[in-house]
């Protein structure tokens, strides 16, 4: 039973691994992807928005399709879309495929992600083992980025970013067998599937998306700019109408009456539209002004991964220690201070080591402290019936979260530029405003950590001293 539930986690891990590394395998590419299929530096961030908005915004119909048709069928048949569609994108003649291949890779993303996390929670249910598991599972999505970074700069640089594709490949197809053969079915439920809300929910994120990209290339001042954000905010308002009304949501709202919950699905969404940037602008910063190569690119993220990974190790005892609450402010703070740093840092154009290679280290340490608080928050206290809703929810906040706030930032960016071909100096110094834009999304998730998460003691202690007068 033991060696099973092994052979489960290791599944569970590897799936989580193959889409984080898809949404940061082509970062240290973007340059060469740019110049062999033609994109311009604002078109180039649909490389990673189209993979992220599709897996963003299906994650709750695949929640709900996992809920309905089966955990293990959904892995399966996820992990077998996403293999064919990263063959289909390592192929791509033109970036019009390469970036539908990449939506149709988040989407398939989006069907395999819920079923896995869903099963982390219904195979480790005794608290010390679902600790364990929770800390390898968020250890993984958080390092998994700085991995991708690497290998994306070593295919770059010697044999070809198609590579980052390709590799997915093989790895799916033993995943397949491996889901076949050792996860059990789960039970299925009879029910209806939410379209409307679904597509309401990617409609609306997707026209955000655009809207801020729009502002990015043609500015404020243009029309099309706010008749998308007009259309993305219409969109998702759309969407809490049509879940208040469907009988059967792919969001309950009931998940959202849990104070704590709410705070861990908002802090994650902020604490990922900060963080995630960082993997788009600094890499660029390194080969555009420093002469990094690919690889040394991603060779630079070697800091901030390897101490992200490590913190896994000691995240149980921490945990046990201080609790989760603490750990996740002290990671918030680094991460606010380190991104700071760092972007000073670019500012002066300083050199990589030691300064950078410190800054991202403690950035690594930061990530490391919050993503395992956030999830395990978010997981807690659910009905076994909105298990996958809550797991996809979770997903669902740190893919929107990376979709919106590299849009934001992009407009930050572009906005500190102002040259059609910018010197060193203007892109390290719009680099650094994209940073100080990142630290402000890290303050907005520290305030809704400590306003949502941290017990409320004044309030609590209130009503035992009125009562106390009384007796």
Known sequence: MQQSKGIV???????????????????????????????????????????ILAFGGF???????????????????GIGLFTLTSLLAG?????????????????????ATPAALALLSATFTEEKERSRAI???????????????????????FISWRVGMFINVPIGIVLMYLTWRYVQKSETRTGRFDLWGALTSVVGMTALVYGFVQAASQGWGD???????????????????????????IVPLRLFANRQRSGAYLGRFLLVSGNFSLFFFIPQYLQN???FGSLEAGLAFLPFSAAQFGMMFVMQGLVRRYGNRKLLIVGLLLAILGTLWMSRTIAVQAAFFPEMFILMAVMGIGAGLVFQPLTALGLSHVDARDSGAASGLINVAHQSGASLGLAVLITVFNGAIHAAQPSKLQFAHAVSHSLLGSAVFLAAALAASILLLM????????PSRVSARRR
């Not at 968020?138 to 994306?152: E, F, H, K, N």
């Not at 017990?455 to 209130?462: E, Q, T």
Request: net charge positive; charged share 10%; glycine share 12%.
């Open 223 to 249: 029309a099309g700019t706010w008749i998308w954000l007009g259309a993305g905010i219409a969109s998702l308002t759309a969407f809490v109408l049509v879940e208040k009304k469907a009988a059967e949501p």
């Open 59 to 77: 994650l709750l119909l695949g929640a709900r399709a996992g809920d309905l048709l089966g955990r293990r069928r959904m892995l399966g048949v």
């Open 289 to 291: 002004v420093l002469g």
């Open 455 to 462: 017990p409320a003691r004044a309030s609590a202690r209130g």
């Open 9 to 51: 986690l290791t599944i569970i891990i590897a799936c989580q691994l193959l889409v984080v590394l898809d949404a940061s395998v082509m970062v240290t590419s973007i340059p060469e992807i740019g110049r062999s299929l033609h994109m311009s530096t604002v078109s180039l961030t649909w490389v990673q928005n189209s993979y």
């Open 91 to 111: 192929l791509a003649p033109t970036a019009e495929v390469l970036l539908v291949s990449r939506a149709f890779q988040g989407f398939a993303a989006a069907l």
């Open 135 to 157: 800390a390898m599972y968020s250890a993984v999505a958080g390092a998994g980025g700085g991995i991708g970074l690497l290998l994306g700069g070593f295919f770059t640089d």
